[in-house]
């Protein structure tokens, strides 16, 4: 039996969180079912259309590439490379991101993880489509002959039988392609999920995810998720809006030393810094407790605008380290 020695705990050491957002249907669950059943369908009809890539008026896919490029062998020296880094996209949409880290040579491990199980359908889709280059299957097939005239309890009972042995079927194809592309997609809900599941690889000992720097993430990416989870109306156990918890969710995911590359359209690049550099994690190393946070170490530029007198950027992206405070 493990021992959880890592204590995640909120705090304003650094500053006051920013204000919350006005919430909207951005951040519920139930929009984003809908939009990706939508692109799913659109998907199945016509394979080259594979959704909406967040933020690509800005150009911050190529963006995010060519910053992670130029830190392979600067803020990433010594700690990993393209060849063998465990990437997490969190909020991962239609894979469109790590797709763009793949084909531009990065094949360590890519995990796309989302709490939309429509989400992760089309990433896979759109994998099985793109690098793999299969045929779109057909969302219904049609029926026998023979099914009209068996009666409508044994017609639901064969078809959820056959419904499990498919997607039984499904599981493992998807299983075996994702492992030979080396890209892959979980449902995994960021504020709730079980960390034991998205492990970036078999820890070394008994430790808890945070304790084994084997076990935790490389890099973190977030594009528009956090922008999301801010929008959620949701609260915790304590009444607090669910995107408090988010920046001790994500130090738990990454190993030390690993980084956490957030692009958002609704902060500013200090309020960015006022969320992520205002929680800490304590972790017992078997001598005492450090205290390890996220710090600014690196940032991507974007066109920039000027209005009142104030000069800004229509998207932010910060690059923060895990590291002792």
């Given at each position: 039996m493990s021992v959880d020695n890592t204590t995640p705990v909120t705090t304003t050491a650094g500053g006051e969180k920013p204000a919350h957002l006005e919430p909207s249907k951005l951040g519920t669950k139930e929009y984003w079912d809908a939009l990706y059943t939508r692109e799913i369908s659109n998907h199945a009809s016509n394979p080259s259309d594979e959704g909406t890539v967040w933020?690509?008026?800005s150009d911050a896919e190529?963006?995010?590439?060519?910053?992670?490029?130029?830190q392979e062998h600067?803020?990433?020296?010594?700690?990993?490379?393209?060849?063998?880094?465990?990437?997490?996209?969190?909020?991962?949409?239609?894979?469109?991101?790590?797709?763009?880290?793949?084909?531009?040579?990065?094949?360590?491990?890519?995990?796309?993880?989302?709490?939309?199980?429509?989400?992760?359908?089309?990433?896979?889709?759109?994998?099985?489509?793109r690098i793999l280059g299969e045929d779109v299957v057909p969302e219904v097939e049609a029926e026998g002959e023979g099914e009209e005239e068996q009666s409508a309890a044994a017609k639901e009972e064969e078809g959820t039988r056959q419904e499990q042995q498919q997607d039984e079927e499904e599981d493992e194809e998807e299983e075996e392609e994702e492992a030979v592309v080396g890209i892959e997609f979980k449902v995994w809900d960021v504020l709730n999920g079980d960390f034991s599941t998205v492990q970036a690889r078999p820890p070394s000992s008994q430790q808890p995810l945070e304790g084994d720097k084997n076990a935790g993430w490389d890099l973190v990416l977030d594009k528009g998720t956090f922008d999301a989870v801010s929008l959620s109306d949701s609260r915790d156990t304590r009444g607090r809006r669910i995107c408090e918890n988010y920046g001790a969710r994500v130090l738990q995911l990454l190993r030390p030393g690993g980084f956490f590359l957030v692009t958002s359209c609704n902060w500013t690049e200090e309020e960015l810094?006022?969320?992520?550099?205002?929680?800490?994690?304590?972790?017992?190393?078997?001598?005492?407790?450090k205290k390890l946070g996220l710090r600014q170490v690196g940032r991507i530029e974007y066109p920039s605008f000027s209005f009142g007198g104030v000069k800004g950027q229509t998207i932010s992206t910060l690059c923060f380290q895990k590291r002792d405070i």
């Open positions: 933020f690509d008026d190529n963006k995010i590439v060519q910053f992670l490029d130029e600067e803020l990433f020296s010594g700690l990993f490379s393209r060849d063998d880094a465990a990437i997490m996209d969190l909020g991962c949409g239609n894979g469109s991101l790590l797709f763009a880290l793949h084909d531009d040579g990065w094949e360590g491990r890519l995990c796309g993880v989302d709490y939309s199980e429509q989400s992760v359908e089309l990433a896979r889709r759109v994998l099985r489509t810094k006022g969320w992520f550099e205002t929680d800490f994690a304590e972790v017992y190393d078997g001598t005492d407790k």
